[in-house]
């Protein structure tokens, strides 16, 4: 774990930035996050439009008890969809590094005997080889440093399909979302020193855009005898989102730009990236 310069002076545990580039706060020490997750896992709050696609997706290929790994998978909220579309005996397993979401998910889940919720992180699943039938990570690989090992990871740990979604392009783009205190109360970096002296970001986290060919050649290597399938993200009901921006209301929350959904300031729409072993 790296921890940035600026809050090391100042012996401030905050706005640490792990290994992969992710912004520990955000998900470590933030309930806010998991809360909001939680209540959608217990039904409170109402489903993703992106864990509805997944279940739609999913749908036509989960079979009688397979088993089904989730990985990122907060507190488990995609599972409630999983169940609400797919009427077979199937097993979820949800991986988290964060035991804040986990503790959620255990409770969330506790009456459910098919869902079990595992430390784990998509840098090294601790899971075997084809344990799983099918294995899904949603609005993960933006976040990442380096997807390499985490497609390996989940090429290793699946049977029969991987599904992944994340912002896809012609050509990839490496993009850090820069956190200051006016807006992010979980680090206490001020805005007029958001960047340091040689114009590196003091707290970042990725949302990065990988390139079509990036992402497909890099799977057919790890996987050359599969088949890989890239979809728009396009399930999505455009009032559900603008409400549920309505209700966010926090710069970073999804929202309708035309026809598509856009996160931040990226323009470009989610694909899922399904992958045939
Ligand atoms: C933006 S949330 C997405 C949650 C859910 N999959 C969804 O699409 O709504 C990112 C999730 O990835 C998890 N995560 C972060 N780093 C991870 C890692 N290295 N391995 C696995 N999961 C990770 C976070 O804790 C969080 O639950």
């Known amino acids: 774990m790296e921890l940035n310069k600026y809050n090391m002076k100042n012996n401030s545990k905050k706005a640490r930035i792990d290994k992969h580039g992710l912004c520990l706060n955000e998900y470590k020490n933030n309930n806010n996050n998991a809360k909001v997750y939680y209540a959608r896992s217990i039904g409170k709050a109402p489903e993703m439009e992106v864990s509805k696609a997944i279940s739609m997706i999913l749908k036509p290929m989960i079979k009688e008890e397979n088993k089904i790994l989730d990985v990122g998978c907060a507190t488990g909220h995609f599972y409630r969809s999983l ?6 005996n199937f097993y979820y397993t949800g991986t988290d ?12 889940w506790k009456n459910d005997k098919n869902a079990q919720f595992v430390n784990g992180n998509i840098y090294k699943l601790p899971f075997k080889k084809n344990e799983f039938d099918i294995s899904f990570c949603s609005n993960v690989f933006i976040h990442l440093n380096d997807v390499i090992k985490p497609l390996k990871e989940l090429i290793r740990v699946s049977k029969k ?8 392009f012609d050509v990839s783009y490496k993009i850090q979302l820069v956190y200051n205190k006016n807006w992010w109360k979980d680090t206490d970096i001020p805005a007029e020193r958001e960047f340091d002296k040689k114009g590196n970001a003091r707290a970042f986290s990725y949302f990065n855009i990988l390139s079509f060919d990036y992402i497909s050649q890099n799977i057919k290597k790890i996987e050359p005898k ?14 559900k989102i603008i409400k549920s921006q309505k209700n966010e209301r926090r710069p970073l929350a999804t929202k309708i730009l035309g026809n598509e959904q856009i996160s931040g300031c990226i323009l470009q729409p989610h694909y899922f990236i399904i992958i045939s072993k």
Request: with cysteine; aromatic share 10%; net charge positive.
């Open 226 to 239: 599969c088949k890989i399938k890239i979809i728009k993200d396009n399930f999505f009901n455009k009032k």
């Open 83 to 88: 169940k609400k579309r797919i009427k077979k």
């Open 97 to 108: 590094p964060y035991e804040i979401f986990l503790k959620k998910a255990r409770l969330a």
């Open 161 to 168: 399909k991987i599904i992944i979604r994340t912002v896809l």
